[in-house]
């Protein structure tokens, strides 16, 4: 006995062992192709900024939302290994449709390296993600719930570890998938699930499930409705008045779900912070220094959950019960939650220190305006009505001068005296290039936010007499000046060319600064000694480093929260509802997704700092009222709730049969261990 126990459990890991792989392998694909996928609307597909990231959270919130129809297919029809299957393959074909999109010689007739039929790429790339939205949601809910079904009633131990194994593989796969490819994953992911297939624990689809259970549930409502008058007695849950048609024990499995929907309702608020890391956070990274900016970003989160898990599964939480406290799922949330709280204070005070060192921005019916003088004198600028300035040969005003109006006169002292007049853009910043003929000067646009991704923004003006060519810059004409060209952190060199005569300069550049270069006519004869530099942004000062603080707390929050509403949702469903409880938990994700994208991304606080602290009390309120739901929850054995319902039926189904064995499986095991002991000793 001992020996076949040993086998059997050596033979379970080994079946566990496909479902977690297959998990990898998925996530793997997921997230690697949702970490180009900004990419690849912004530059393949050309779209702005905002467009870009609506639909990419959009995409996010599909694919968390189709866990219910996974389910339904699943729990009603297919059963989860089927289902898998099936989606799997939906999805495999996703990602090729979506590789194909992303082959631009396919509509480029000439050749000239950007696609021709954009309509084509886009439709072909939407149709690539709904697909992948549909098999990686549709798979997710089945594949977590498949794995919880590989263990009996009494192994809450191991299913426990399951999850945790389970979540830790999740995030293995994230991480990878950031630093390889995740070429040829969706096909791996596939193969490794069906090489399993002969050991798997597969339970069968009992009907049309949901749909009874939708037809119970509007009939229980129906007959409230009816029954409404007070001569009517009342029922203990409303449930109850489906009594007269449906069956006791589908009565009773609609009430443990919809409990567990009931406290869920306060969850999606989780979420729409967690999401924010991608949005929000990465926005203020851009205006921090530091070179670890991106592979922080894409692998924190990963990086901290492999090893909060086990710590936290193999230390804390048995540390909490040896203390005697009872820490159970529920609380456990509740905590997740607060950590996701304070990490939005977190992030709150880093932008606190960041703002006193952002530049002082207009406000929109403000107009701020700076001078560049590339006259050979020193100039004595005054601008009306009262603004004088003093601005040598080759330099710059200090700073940027604001305006509440927007018509302005400038006088040059220059013999004959030069006055023109120029209307200032509303909320924008500008530079009044003098040049070396001052009757020319006229008004550039300057970058009024810090730079995307840390960049710097640069640009020259041409003080030379002749055209100019600087390295991947168009040439310039002289007196004039180019727009900004985006460079990286990190010394840059610049070759300058006209003709036959060039000459080269390096500088070396922080994060997200914006200069304008001044050129003067002496640039080949110095050697480009003489390019003076001036400073419209200064670089980041505020270190990155400062927002490890935040991701710690939020993934603690994570732990806390994720890994145990997955246990959560297992436990607490009943047999055949399963996987429609696991699309429950995920659709949470969706719904925080969705108010991402409407809360966040159109109402947006004047101050980043306050909408921190509003999102981090929001979800402090939340957990409070969580908290209060969760307080009168009774947590419950499904099984034994069904078995109890089929008693009182007078029913003696298999599944009592089937319980009776586990049980005697179960003192079968402990025996053994007993054994053990004894030989032991
Ligand atoms: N660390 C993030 C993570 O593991 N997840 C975020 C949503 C659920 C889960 C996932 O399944 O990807």
């Not at 990963?302 to 048995?318: A, G, K, N, S, Y």
Request: hydrophobic share 45%; aromatic share 12%; with cysteine.
């Amino acid at each position: 006995t001992l020996f076949s126990n040993k086998k059997k459990k050596r033979k379970k890991i080994c079946y566990i062992f496909f479902i977690v792989v297959n998990e990898f392998c998925e996530r793997f694909s997921y997230y690697g192709m949702r970490a180009v996928l900004v990419l690849y609307f912004r530059y393949f597909l050309l779209w702005d900024d905002d467009l870009a990231t609506s639909i990419y959270h959009a995409f996010v919130a599909l694919c968390y939302l189709t866990p219910i129809l996974g389910a339904i297919i699943a729990d009603s029809w297919l059963g989860k290994f089927k289902t898998i299957i099936y989606l799997s393959i939906v999805y495999a074909i996703g990602q090729v449709t979506m590789a194909i999109s992303t082959i631009h010689d396919i509509t480029d007739a000439n050749r000239d390296g950007t696609p021709d039929n954009f309509t084509f790429h886009i439709a072909l790339s939407m149709l690539g993600l709904i697909l992948i939205a549909l098999g990686t949601g549709g798979i997710k809910p089945c594949v977590a719930a498949f794995g919880g079904d590989q263990f009996q009633e009494h192994q809450s131990r191991q299913l426990n570890t399951f999850f945790s194994v389970f979540y830790l593989c999740i995030n293995a796969g994230s991480l990878l998938s950031t630093l390889i490819t995740p070429l040829k994953s969706v096909a791996s992911t596939l193969m490794v699930f069906i090489a399993g297939s002969g050991m798997y624990v597969k339970t069968d689809p009992e009907g049309n499930i949901m749909w009874s259970v939708c037809k119970c549930i509007g009939f229980a409502i129906k007959n409230r409705f009816r029954h409404r008058s007070s001569s009517y007695p009342k029922r203990e849950h409303w449930m109850d008045w489906a009594n007269e048609k449906y069956d006791k024990l589908l009565i009773a499995q609609i009430k443990m779900v919809l409990k567990v929907l009931f406290l869920y309702i306060p969850l999606p608020m989780f979420w729409t912070l967690f999401d924010q890391k991608g949005s929000r956070w990465t926005l203020q990274a851009t205006t921090m220094s530091g070179d670890f900016v991106s592979i922080l970003i894409s692998t924190v989160n990963p990086i901290l959950i492999l090893t909060l898990v086990p710590i936290m599964d193999r230390l804390i939480f048995p540390l909490i019960q040896k203390c005697g406290l009872n820490f159970s799922p529920l609380k456990r949330m509740t905590v997740g939650m607060l950590f996701a709280a304070m990490a939005f204070v977190s992030a709150a005070l880093v932008q606190i220190e960041i703002d006193k060192t952002l530049p002082n921005f207009p406000s929109s019916s403000e107009s701020q305006l700076k001078v560049v003088n590339t006259y050979s004198t020193t100039l004595n600028v005054t601008i009306s009505p009262n603004e004088h300035l003093l601005i040598e040969s080759f330099g710059s005003s200090a700073d940027y001068v604001t305006f509440d109006h927007q018509d302005i006169t400038v006088s040059l002292n220059t013999n004959p005296v030069i006055t023109k007049a120029f209307s200032l853009i509303k909320g924008g910043r500008q530079t009044l290039i003098i040049p070396s003929d001052p009757t020319v000067m006229y008004l550039k646009e300057d970058v009024k936010s810090k730079p995307r991704e840390g960049k710097n923004a640069i640009r020259f003006v041409n003080g030379y007499t002749a055209d100019l060519n600087i390295t991947n810059l168009d040439s310039i004409e002289p007196s004039a000046t180019t727009n900004y060209t985006l460079v990286n952190q990190g010394k840059r060199d610049f070759v300058l060319r006209h003709g036959e005569q060039w000459c080269e300069f390096s500088r070396k550049f922080g994060f997200g600064a914006s200069y304008t270069f001044l050129i003067p006519s002496t640039v080949f004869s110095d050697d480009c000694e003489s390019i003076t530099e001036v400073e419209d942004m200064k670089p980041n000062s505020v270190h990155m480093a400062l927002q490890i603080p935040q991701y710690f707390l939020i993934t603690t929050g994570e732990v806390m929260f994720s890994v145990t509403g997955l246990q959560f949702s297992y436990s607490q469903a009943p047999k055949n509802m399963k996987s429609v409880l696991q699309a429950g938990w995920l659709c949470t994700n969706a719904v925080g997704n969705i108010i991402v994208l409407i809360v966040a991304e159109l109402g947006k606080l004047p101050k980043q700092w306050a909408e921190y602290l509003l999102f981090a009390s929001l979800l402090v309120a939340v957990s409070i009222i969580f908290s209060i739901m969760a307080y009168f929850y009774t947590y419950i054995d499904p099984a034994e709730i069904e078995a109890q319902v089929r008693k009182e039926q007078g029913l003696e189904p298999e599944e009592m049969e089937k319980e009776t064995l586990e049980m005697e499986e179960k003192d079968e095991d402990q025996k053994n261990e007993q054994g053990v002991k004894q030989t032991k000793i």
